[in-house]
DNA sequence: TTTATTTTTTAGATTTGTCTAAATTTTATT
DNA sequence: AATAAAATTTAGACAAATCTAAAAAATAAA
């Protein structure tokens, strides 16, 4: 059997997905802007799409997934972030030169090769992008951006923005190796003057102040 | 850019390079036959195939690549026979679950993925069936298939196949550990009587005769 | 609430790749 | 050489995806 569905298709179910995330809502010339195209061409589609019933329609009213629409989107957002992670960790891409490449290998149809890809890469959670990777029945798992003082023990978590942008904090940071897209975990919680042991891969501990740490926010998954 | 030709065409491009290798010359039928299409279909194709400078045709005389067909054809061969090999050796599938998925795979259009890919393979020579990977040149190096009396030493070899197949030659070959797919190097050859040493790795050297040699084929590289 | 503007849909073409049925050419048999 | 059979090509049609131009509906402005 080949795909189920034309990666034309495919491209227009995750089009419309990801402007519903963002909108809530979306429009026609939303999709035809989005996939470089045309009203009309988006029209002819949305028939299609609602014929193979995978989209709720009705002219001039609009359009949204249904539930199998919705799955069939998020098994190619799978696909596409599975394949960005491929390239970078395993094939040494740049993640600014692979969504290109991602946008054709995601309409590869076979299930069995995506979920042997995701066992390969030991499941990872995320895309180069920080993206969330859908497992095989469409569920992610949320990454959860908090400041240090509220990341949990032992919870490996990655750099992802400094609230405060002065100098004398970065020049701090900059001294501890702390910069975005650092890698750490919090070892100790002093509840004295709730200062925090770091714990940052083949270094040894530091120490950080109570107001260094509500200023560096780290993302982690689950 | 997309890709330069679409799947439709580099099908037919593959199919006219196989039929060309194994009979010489192809015909409307063998291309029908083997792409599972109409003769009609091929004739459409072959017209535009020569419009766009990849083949040589004169309705009703032939037809056959010219370089720059065999070049896109070759090119997708590699493609093919990577992905295969990546699937078996680095998403453990069987020799025999690869084709279909790879009859997909070829159609993507990064070289540089290709080449990358190539590289995390480790360059291989021959795909899970046996056979050739073309280079990003194009070319290929031959794999030679000699009996053991003809190999040259240290030259690493697989064992292809049994020519007398007695069970008389199969239980010696057996008590000295040699069956299909033995990597083996003849380590000397004794003028005295033609008898050979063999080295297969993690055990110690055997001798065989010469009559037993010249009934042991292998394949290698280069 | 008319009128104007924007959005969306329809009507009719176009391109690519495929098909069937019929015509043409080549090849094989009397 | 004439006829039969097989291979190949043409003619005309169709499905999928796209487009332009025009019509219809919804929305915003006056
Ligand atoms: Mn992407
Ligand atoms: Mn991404
Ligand atoms: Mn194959
Ligand atoms: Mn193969």
Not at 162 to 188: F, M, Y
Not at 190 to 198: C, G, K, M, R, V
């Amino acid at each position: 059997m080949g795909p189920k569905y034309s990666s034309s298709r495919e491209n227009y179910l995750k089009a419309i997905f990801h402007l519903q995330e963002i909108h809530g809502t979306v429009t026609t010339n939303d999709v035809a802007n989005e996939l470089q195209t045309r009203p009309a061409s988006v029209t002819d589609m949305l028939k299609k799409l609602k014929a193979q019933k995978l989209l709720l329609y009705e002219k001039y009213k609009g359009f949204k997934l249904n539930t199998e629409g919705r799955k069939v989107a998020l098994q190619i957002i799978r696909k596409h972030r599975l394949w960005e992670y491929f390239l970078v960790e395993k094939l040494r891409f740049g993640w600014d030169e692979v969504h290109e490449i991602a946008e054709e290998l995601e309409h590869i149809s076979s299930k069995k090769l995506i979920d042997r890809l995701d066992e390969f890469l030991g499941f990872p959670k995320s895309d180069p992008h920080g993206d969330p990777i859908p497992d095989s029945q469409g569920r992610w798992t949320l990454t959860r951006q908090v400041d240090l003082l509220n990341l949990p023990i032992n919870q490996m978590a990655e750099v992802s923005g400094i609230g405060d942008q002065s100098a004398e904090i970065l020049e701090l940071l900059n001294h501890k190796h702390i910069a975005l897209g650092t890698r750490l975990e919090v070892k100790k919680k002093f509840a004295f003057d709730n200062s925090i042991e770091l714990k940052i891969k083949n270094q040894s501990p530091v120490t950080i102040s109570e107001h260094v740490a509500k200023n560096v926010f780290v993302k982690y998954d689950e």
